[in-house]
């Protein structure tokens, strides 16, 4: 589990074909490693990876076939700058909300605007996953907590204050960028309990 609060910002090392799918390499910046051990999970972009080698400045993880199709990871590159956050620890804060780092589906970039000192990004989604976004309620896009103001049918916006923009990647978007998109965990939840009540009614 995961808090959406962004720790550093890492950046692709290498990306190499292995037996069908792939290894990345992450060169991880700021973030200490000195408590990660190998079997440990870090998100990457809002991406639950497994670290399967460690090197003090770097990690590795191994990237299935169904992670590639159902993330923005399959179209990355060497060079590109990536969210990272380590697992969260029972005696951590929350600041953020529960995230998984169980990528939901892939959005886009609609607009950016100005808005006072910050920027209101509007994102659209897969319809599939429009009815788990409610105004007020949280949701992680690129591994970042964030709180939607309003929703639109397949669209949600957000504000992006200052800090958010200078500790996170979302200086690399742009309209038209794709980005992972994870739902609250409890509007999964929410509508499973509301749908078995519905069946046996």
Same mark, same amino acid.
């Given at each position: 589990?995961?808090?959406?609060?962004?720790?550093?910002? +890492?950046?692709?090392?290498?990306?190499?074909?292995?037996?069908? @799918?792939?290894?990345?390499?992450?060169?991880?910046?700021?973030?200490?490693?000195?408590?990660?051990?190998?079997?440990?999970?870090?998100?990457?972009?809002?991406?639950? !990876?497994?670290?399967?080698?460690?090197?003090?400045?770097?990690?590795? =993880?191994?990237?299935?076939?169904?992670?590639? &199709?159902?993330?923005?990871?399959?179209?990355?590159?060497?060079?590109?700058?990536?969210? !990272?956050?380590?697992?969260?620890?029972?005696?951590?804060?929350?600041?953020?909300?529960?995230?998984?780092?169980?990528?939901? +589906?892939?959005?886009?970039?609609?607009?950016? %605007?100005?808005?006072?000192?910050? %920027?209101?990004?509007?994102?659209?989604?897969? =319809?599939?996953?429009?009815?788990?976004?409610?105004?007020?309620?949280?949701?992680?896009?690129?591994?970042?907590?964030?709180?939607? &103001?309003?929703?639109?049918?397949?669209?949600?916006?957000?504000?992006?204050?200052?800090?958010?923009?200078?500790?996170?990647?979302?200086? @690399?978007?742009?309209? +038209?960028?794709?980005? &992972?998109?994870?739902?609250?965990?409890?509007?999964?939840?929410?509508?499973?309990?509301?749908?078995?009540?519905?069946?046996?009614?």
């Amino acid at each position: 589990m995961f808090t959406g609060i962004i720790q550093s910002v +890492g950046r692709v090392r290498a990306i190499e074909p292995v037996g069908g @799918d792939v290894r990345l390499v992450v060169d991880t910046a700021e973030l200490d490693l000195s408590d990660v051990r190998l079997g440990d999970s870090i998100a990457v972009d809002g991406v639950c !990876l497994t670290a399967v080698a460690l090197d003090g400045a770097s990690f590795a =993880a191994d990237v299935s076939r169904e992670t590639l &199709n159902c993330t923005t990871l399959g179209a990355w590159a060497a060079g590109r700058r990536v969210n !990272l956050e380590k697992a969260l620890r029972l005696a951590d804060r929350l600041g953020g909300h529960l995230v998984s780092g169980h990528v939901d +589906g892939v959005g886009e970039v609609v607009s950016v %605007l100005p808005e006072a000192r910050s %920027l209101r990004w509007v994102f659209a989604v897969p =319809a599939a996953l429009a009815r788990y976004i409610a105004a007020k309620g949280s949701i992680a896009v690129n591994g970042v907590s964030l709180t939607v &103001n309003e929703v639109d049918g397949r669209r949600f916006g957000v504000n992006l204050i200052p800090h958010t923009l200078e500790k996170t990647g979302f200086g @690399d978007c742009a309209v +038209g960028s794709a980005v &992972n998109i994870e739902v609250d965990l409890m509007a999964r939840y929410a509508e499973r309990l509301s749908s078995e009540k519905a069946a046996e009614a």
